[in-house]
C-alpha cells in the first residue's frame, strides 16, 4: 500500500511555470506505475502522463507533451510534474495516482489504485 500526497499547485500566469511534488509514503514510488491525472470543473478525469515503475520511462497525453515533464527522485520518495508553457486550459485540479498492474493499463485511470488528495493548478490569461 502506498500514501500519496500532492503538493506545488497555485497560481500562475499564462507561459509561466509550475512544479508539482508527489510524497510517496508506505512504500517506494518506484514500485509503482505513478501516474499524473487532471480534473476541471465539469470535466472527467484525465491522464496527463505517467512515469513507469522501476524507471521505465514516461509517457504523456498529446495535449501536454513538450511542455510537461514527469521525474522521480528515489531519495525522497517523491514524483514530480515540471509544467512549464502553462495555458488557461491547463487549469484543473491535478492529482497523482499509483498501480502495480500491468504496464499496459497505465493510461487508464480506473486502474489507478491509490491517489492523492489533488492539488489545485490555476493558469490565468
Known amino acids: 500500500q502506498v500514501f500519496l500526497a500532492e503538493s506545488g499547485g497555485g497560481l500562475v500566469q499564462a507561459g509561466g511555470s509550475l512544479r508539482l511534488s508527489c510524497q510517496a509514503s508506505?512504500?517506494?514510488?518506484?514500485?509503482?506505475?505513478m501516474g499524473w491525472f487532471r480534473q476541471a470543473p465539469g470535466k472527467e478525469r484525465e491522464f496527463v502522463g505517467v512515469?513507469?515503475?522501476?524507471?521505465?520511462?514516461?509517457d504523456y497525453a498529446e495535449s501536454v507533451k513538450g511542455r510537461f515533464t514527469i521525474s522521480g527522485d528515489d531519495a525522497k520518495n517523491t514524483v514530480y510534474l515540471e509544467m512549464n508553457s502553462l495555458k488557461p486550459e491547463d487549469t484543473a485540479v491535478y492529482y497523482c495516482?499509483?498501480?502495480?498492474?500491468?504496464?499496459?493499463?497505465?493510461?487508464?485511470?480506473?486502474?489507478?489504485?491509490?491517489w492523492g488528495q489533488g492539488t489545485q493548478v490555476t493558469v490565468s490569461s
Open positions: 508506505g512504500s517506494t514510488f518506484s514500485s509503482y506505475h
Open positions: 512515469i513507469r515503475r522501476s524507471g521505465g520511462g514516461t
Open positions: 495516482a499509483a498501480h502495480n498492474k500491468a504496464a499496459s493499463l497505465r493510461f487508464m485511470v480506473y486502474q489507478y489504485d491509490y
